[in-house]
């Protein structure tokens, strides 16, 4: 057990919590001490314990799930922490998506793959804390002292006399019980449930179709709309005509929206604020009536194209110096002494995050009301915009979260939500808004198209003398400047240029990573081949100087935990096991706090190649619900196969180019590994991220792997278009 002070009393730990940031409210005991002061011998028949716990007088036990549920198994794991520290069994739990309130729970986004990691404290503080006052309530009514009272299951037992007590049957004097100053949390080597196989709680209502998703929310008396927005990102509304739309049947309207706001957040970026917007009875009855609409558009900036993007990519990497990010050492003077220099250029291009549910959004604005029901990543934030939008009071306004059919990044930017509140506000009903594929596909925020050149010097005995990368990227550069290898190598220099554009652009899963551990990896390979090292022995080598002499203050990773998980799926993988025609790529990469190592075993079937395993090793510490991580890092790793390997968004005068999934290609079922074998390393480190990380490093090691069995290097993605020498 280790002892955690809860502070003084109920005022300073509210107090001290909200400015720590842990994001741990108790609100129970306004309930006991109203029931005090009232002379109220009974309270209610369910009773919040705190803001993440409920428990009614019959045992039955709520464990609310703060953060949004978009496929990354949270509204899972989160209360798998509380019931740890409440130590109950897991069957005894039900378990509800808590309401938006970040007074209380604090941090409610899905973004960073920082959900358990930023909740893991308070969720085990509410769980401990709870079970300290059961404990206390138990020895008040048997008269003993609190350590003469132990927990399992639910249960309370007397160890003096043996007497026991379910929680349910103190739960109401537990809950007027003032917070205990100081609580005790599990040892880790104490965890019953942390660690296991939990199932997903949603899992049969999701096999089973059961309404979880924003797009099953249904409201009597809804509208259903669809918008029309421009047809490419540099033009705007010119004029629209509805007449023959309007005459439909089931159609209610067709008009303009603004969702332009005065003083936009960073959730709120849009490329299309003026739309035309068409509401009627049914989903199938609206979207016949938009292909009624006549709209005209206008310029609005400039219409790009891919093959101008590449050019600036060029161009940005031959003539623009870029601003110096950081520098050890002098890396040129190094390199005209090496006995020899490797340079390699890799890219990819914009990509949209095609969500398999696309989006959606229910609003209810009413004269000094607003109702917002959907999925959405950052609830807070669309609350706050559609206030302002809306010319409501903020308190005025409600978002509650649905499950999330996928998000990857798209969710954060809650424009969807936005038009459906605008558009409810003026017709003064309540409304669904429901986009097409291909209006979600071409008013995208897309992952940035990137460029990164290396240059790496090499001396006599292989050893790496200096190592520089100049990124750039439309809109920015993907570089992080004190990622591996800065620490490893005496002359070290990243440079970072910006390219402006038109094209609207967003997070998508593991930003800037999801192209950098790649292009790096794969560069790495390159290196350790010229430098005639096994290609994991001459990251360890580098590892091992950044243990024992790193260069420099400022390196954001722990070598020891990257070569651990090197070492790990080295052994795991039986690396240097002869496979006759098997080809092997390996790369490894630190983001989200969490460290993995890949190896992919390719074969080829005539001139395609075909994934037959990836070993994957993780450090990402304590695993908090093993069947939800394996999920994680497997849907990450295809993930991250599909992306680089065929997928691309590509435009002509400012429109993209795909629409559609049937030119947009996604991973196929038979183009997935045939096998995973994930090996999580085994510490007591605080949880990191996860729901990111498995995905960046498979495309480096996929590229190297393609290079064994091809023997050629894939610096451009996708890796399976034709042009794969446009920039090298």
């Known amino acids: 057990m280790t002892k955690v002070k809860t502070h003084l009393d109920r005022r300073s730990f509210l107090k001290v919590s909200a400015a720590g940031g842990a994001g741990f409210m108790l609100s129970f005991s306004w309930l006991g001490s109203l029931a005090k002061a ?9 009773i919040d314990l705190n803001a993440y716990i409920k428990i009614s007088d019959t045992g039955e036990i709520t464990l609310f799930s703060p953060n949004p549920e978009i496929g990354q198994n949270v509204k899972t794991s989160m209360p798998l922490i509380v019931a740890e520290e409440l130590d109950i069994d897991w069957d005894q739990v039900m378990v509800e998506q808590a309401p938006l309130d970040t007074s209380k729970y604090r941090r409610q986004i899905a973004g960073g793959s920082q959900s358990i990691r930023q909740g893991w404290n308070s969720l085990r503080m509410a769980g401990a804390t709870a079970r300290m006052m059961l404990v206390m309530a138990a020895a008040n009514r048997w008269g003993v002292a609190t350590d003469k009272v132990t927990t ?90 509805g007449t023959e739309a309007k005459k439909m049947p089931g159609v209610s309207d067709v008009f303009s929206i603004s969702t332009s706001l005065d003083e936009p957040q960073w959730s709120d970026i849009n490329a299309f604020n003026d739309l035309v917007v068409i509401t009627g009875e049914s989903t199938w009855q609206v979207m016949q009536a938009k292909e009624k609409v006549k709209a005209e558009w206008q310029p609005d900036g400039s219409l790009e194209s891919t093959e101008g993007h590449k050019q600036k990519l060029r161009d940005s990497l031959m003539n623009d110096p870029g601003e110096v990010a950081r520098q050890d050492g002098d890396p040129d003077s190094a390199a005209s002494k090496a006995a020899r220099t490797i340079e390699s250029t890799f890219t990819a291009p914009f990509l949209a995050h095609n ?21 959405i990543q950052t609830p807070e934030s669309l609350r706050a915009s559609a206030a ?46 429901l986009y097409k594929r291909e209006d979600d596909m071409t008013q995208g925020t897309y992952r940035p ?7 790496a010097a090499l001396d006599e005995n292989g050893d790496l003398l200096s190592f520089q990368a100049k990124g750039t990227g439309l809109p920015s550069s993907p570089l992080f400047a004190n990622r591996f290898p800065a620490g490893t190598v005496d002359h070290y220099m990243v440079r970072n240029s910006n390219i402006p554009t038109d094209i609207s652009t967003g997070a998508w899963r593991a930003p800037r990573s999801n192209f950098t551990a790649g292009a790096e990896q794969a560069f790495i390979d390159e290196v350790a081949e010229a430098a005639g090292k096994d290609p994991i022995e001459f990251r360890l080598e580098l590892f091992d100087r950044a243990i024992k ?61 075909r994934i037959k395993k990836v070993w994957c090793a993780i450090d990402c510490g304590i695993v ?94 996708p890796f399976m278009m034709a042009d794969q020498e446009m920039m090298s």
């Open 38 to 46: 009232a002379g109220i011998g009974e309270l209610p028949e369910n």
């Open 152 to 241: 399992s299951k639910g249960v309370l037992t007397n160890t003096i006399n043996g007497n026991t007590l379910s929680y349910g049957e103190v739960a109401t004097e537990a809950a007027s019980i003032d917070i205990p100053d100081e609580v005790e949390l599990k040892d880790p080597s104490e965890f019953k449930l942390i660690g296991k196989h939990i199932k997903n709680v949603d899992g049969f209502n999701i096999v089973t179709g059961k309404p979880l998703f924003g797009i099953d929310f249904k409201r009597e008396g809804m509208v259903t709309a669809m918008i029309i927005h421009p047809p490419a990102f540099g033009m705007k509304l010119k004029s629209f005509d």
């Open 355 to 375: 969500t398999l549910e696309p989006m959606n959004f229910f609003a209810d604005v009413r004269e000094n009301s607003a109702e917002l029901v959907g999925p």
């Open 388 to 433: 302002a939008l809306l010319g409501l009071p903020i308190e005025n306004v409600t978002v509650d979260m649905t499950r999330m059919g996928g998000g990857f990044g798209r969710r954060l930017y809650g424009n969807f939500g936005l038009e459906a509140a605008v558009i409810s506000q003026k017709i003064g009903k309540p409304v669904k808004l």
């Open 449 to 455: 198209a990137y460029a990164v050149k290396y240059k």
């Open 549 to 609: 002499d790193p260069v420099g203050q400022n390196n954001d990773y722990d070598p020891e935990r990257y070569a651990g998980v090197l070492k790990l799926v080295r052994e795991k993988s039986g690396w240097n096991k002869p496979m006759p025609g098997v080809y092997r790529g390996v790369a490894a990469y630190y983001c989200h706090n969490s460290y993995v190592a890949q190896v992919v075993d390719l074969v080829m079937e005539g001139e395609t190649p």
């Open 624 to 717: 908090v619900n093993k069947e939800g991580a394996l999920n994680q890092v497997e849907g990450g790793t295809i993930d991250g196969i599909g992306h680089c390997m065929y997928s691309r968004l590509t435009f002509d005068q400012g429109a993209p180019q795909q629409n559609n999934f049937d030119g947009y290609q996604l991973i196929r079922n038979d183009q997935a590994p045939d096998e995973i074998e994930v090996f999580f390393a085994e510490n007591e480190i605080n949880p990191t991220g996860l729901g990111e990380p498995a995905l960046p490093p498979i495309s480096g090691a996929l590229a190297n792997a393609l290079y064994k069995a091809t023997g050629k290097r894939y610096y451009n993605q």
